[in-house]
């Protein structure tokens, strides 16, 4: 049985885990991006939700890049050297995510305000 940082080192060397990253994001940015666009959302109201949800997503981005940061070093192997893939997966699946909760945050924000 796979212990979970074995795990995380195969998914993370995987290359299609990568392109679907990198697929997820592109909507995921749009997104973001109407969002901020949108004319409902240059009011005070709009702007306050912003600074919200992006102080969130701030927060959210910090304490995960000092975990993986933390995590990074006990997933490589001391024989294997991190690559491109894993790299690239890391800083891509980061951003989905960070990206993800911002949207949610404007969303759950403008239900609450």
């Given at each position: 049985?796979?212990?979970l940082?074995?795990f995380?080192?195969i ?9 679907v990253?990198?697929?997820a994001?592109l909507?995921?940015?749009?997104i973001?991006?109407i969002?901020f666009i949108r004319?409902r959302?240059?009011?005070e109201?709009g702007?306050?939700?912003?600074g919200?949800a992006s102080a969130?997503?701030f ?9 993986l ?5 006990a997933?490589?192997?001391d ?9 690239g997966?890391?800083?891509?699946w ?12 404007i969303l759950?924000?403008?239900r609450?305000e």
């Amino acid at each position: 049985m796979l212990s979970l940082y074995e795990f995380l080192w195969i998914l993370f060397n995987n290359k299609t885990v990568l392109i679907v990253g990198a697929w997820a994001g592109l909507p995921l940015t749009l997104i973001l991006l109407i969002m901020f666009i949108r004319k409902r959302n240059r009011d005070e109201r709009g702007w306050k939700i912003i600074g919200k949800a992006s102080a969130i997503s701030f927060i959210y981005f910090i304490i995960v890049a000092n975990v993986l940061a933390k995590t990074v070093g006990a997933m490589v192997p001391d024989t294997l050297e991190v690559g491109y893939i894993f790299c690239g997966n890391t800083i891509q699946w980061l951003y989905d995510t960070m990206i993800s909760i911002e949207i949610i945050s404007i969303l759950i924000f403008r239900r609450i305000e």
